[in-house]
């Protein structure tokens, strides 16, 4: 049952805030003078559906001695050895301090799982901070306010894929073990440039459906799952936090999230509801794979745009369904200019999956799961860092960075930071001189050369000295 979080950083970058919103009480003592000696406890923390205990290690440091004293990073590392899951807490408003790598150093020699968490991400000047966390090596660096208790759905996501969905549900302790190890080996991608992640289709595939009202979700969903399931649920409207039918399509396990057809259907004597971009957020954040309904008859209304870009800008992967196939007369030609509308209107994910159906009648549902199910193994594809830097060099030959006053841009190399979706970090000489023309192309290139259509892909721009 449940596991254990130490939250980790230098003092004053908002650990013990973290710990107090995680908690849900005020626990520890918040102090703006750092060094406060409080004690270790550990407490109960809740982060939607997700249950643990974390260490509360806000009484170890002390800001006064520029070095790492030996009693703090003994307890440091007391704290490490207790705990699951670290997060490793940095001040994205405040940038990189040299202590923050003297503790990062640590972590990552436990071996131990990290979620990198860059916190007073809401503050003004905090992406450069946000940047510079990539350097510490430890993976993708997730914005959160703990002081405002924003991000918190992605610091669960992100602790999901830290632990693995069983570690992180407590639903099995006998695979955890396991699993712990494949993602140490993932995180040495570096160290070995020829590592590539087998796709998992043992876990649940998380979907949402979204789409404006009337778009024909409920339908959809109730022809997938079929109507008894549905109303069988959990009623909604009660924990909108974890609305989520569990299903098998063709032996493969989904779990498909809260939607506003799901919940109108429970709730039927409501007045109809009107889906918002702020209704399907929720549910987005908790899916991985993000249907987009929309009506044929009417198709890209500036919402689903809206909601298109909301999913890309989350790290989702969309497809979509264009619905009421069955109400065209010229599906062909239809056709074709839908595909062209949807690469023009959404190039961030160039080669998306689009296909018709006819929730109606049933038709298309199989090539709909298809789709899915290709993004979902694309969104979670790996390539090596040796495959990355032999593309990379075609790249420099071919067409390298252009000058900026006078010097010509230097891309040292390339490696993929993260995945879900795939992430890249490129070292070069100048990330602040790099044209985002340029990276526009580096993204179209790779997502050409690795095979990875429909899915955003994002670059991190770092300096390679
Ligand atoms: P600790 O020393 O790492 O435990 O840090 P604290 O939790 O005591 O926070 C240090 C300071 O940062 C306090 O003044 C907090 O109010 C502030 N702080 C914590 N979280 C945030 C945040 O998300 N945004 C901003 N702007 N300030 C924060
Ligand atoms: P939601 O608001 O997105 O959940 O939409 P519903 O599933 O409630 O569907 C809205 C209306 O469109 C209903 O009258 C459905 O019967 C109709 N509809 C849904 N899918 C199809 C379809 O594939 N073909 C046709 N002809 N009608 C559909």
Redesign the pocket.
């Known amino acids: 049952m449940g596991f254990k979080v130490a939250i980790i950083g230098r003092p004053n970058v908002g650990k013990s805030t973290l710990f107090n919103r995680l908690v849900g009480k005020k626990l520890a003592l918040v102090d703006d003078t750092p060094g406060v000696t409080r004690d270790r406890r550990v407490h109960a923390a809740k982060l939607y559906d997700l249950y643990f205990d974390v260490i509360d290690t806000a009484g170890f440091e002390d800001a006064a001695a520029s070095t790492l004293p030996g009693r703090m990073r003994q307890q440091t590392e007391i704290a490490i050895r207790e705990a699951d899951l670290i997060f490793f807490t940095v001040d994205a408003k405040s940038g990189l301090m040299p202590d923050d790598r003297t503790f990062a150093e640590i972590v990552r020699k436990s071996g131990k799982p990290v979620v990198l968490v860059a916190n007073k991400a809401e503050a003004r000047g905090a992406q450069g901070g946000m940047l510079e966390a990539w350097e510490l090596g430890l993976g993708e660096p997730i914005p959160v306010s703990a002081e405002h208790g924003q991000g918190m759905p992605d610091l669960r996501d992100a602790v999901i894929e830290a632990l693995g969905e069983e570690r992180a549900f407590g639903e099995d302790e006998e695979e955890s073990d396991e699993i712990a190890a494949s993602e140490v080996l993932i995180g040495e991608d570096i160290a070995d440039p020829d590592a590539e992640a087998t796709y998992d289709d043992t876990k649940p595939l998380r979907i949402a459906v979204v ?1 404006r ?7 959809l969903i109730n022809a997938l799952i079929g109507e008894e399931r549905l109303l069988t649920g959990p009623e909604a409207g009660i924990t909108r936090d974890s609305i989520s039918v569990d299903w098998d399509w063709r032996g493969r396990r989904i779990k498909l999230f809260d939607t506003a ?1 799901m919940r ?1 259907k429970s709730r039927i004597h409501e007045k109809l509801e009107v889906m918002s971009v702020q209704d399907g957020l929720r549910a987005v954040r908790f899916a991985e794979i993000v249907v987009i ?1 929309l009506d044929a008859t009417i198709p890209f209304e500036k919402q689903d745009l809206q909601i298109a870009d909301l999913i890309i800008r989350e790290g989702r992967a969309p497809v979509i369904a264009f ?2 196939w ?2 065209i007369d010229n599906p062909q030609e239809l056709l074709a200019e839908l595909r062209e509308k949807t690469e023009r209107l959404l190039p961030q994910v160039r080669g998306i999956q689009a296909v018709t159906v ?3 009648t049933g038709r298309g549902l199989e090539k709909l799961m298809d789709s899915v199910i290709k993004t979902h193994k694309v969104w979670n594809s790996r390539v090596s860092t040796g495959k990355l830097n032999r593309w990379l060099e075609g790249i420099l030959a071919h067409h390298p960075p252009p000058a900026v006053a006078g010097r010509r841009l230097k891309i040292k190399y390339v490696t993929q930071a993260k995945t879900r979706p795939p992430g890249f970090v490129v070292s070069c000489s100048r990330p602040d001189a790099m044209p985002q023309s340029y990276v526009r192309y580096l993204t179209n290139s790779l997502r050409e050369a690795f095979d990875m259509p429909g899915v955003p892909i994002r670059m991190a721009l770092r300096t390679s000295d």
Do not use: I
């Open positions: 789409g009202p009337n778009a024909g979700k409920s339908t057809g109108r309904v619905n009421k069955d109400l006819s929730a109606e």
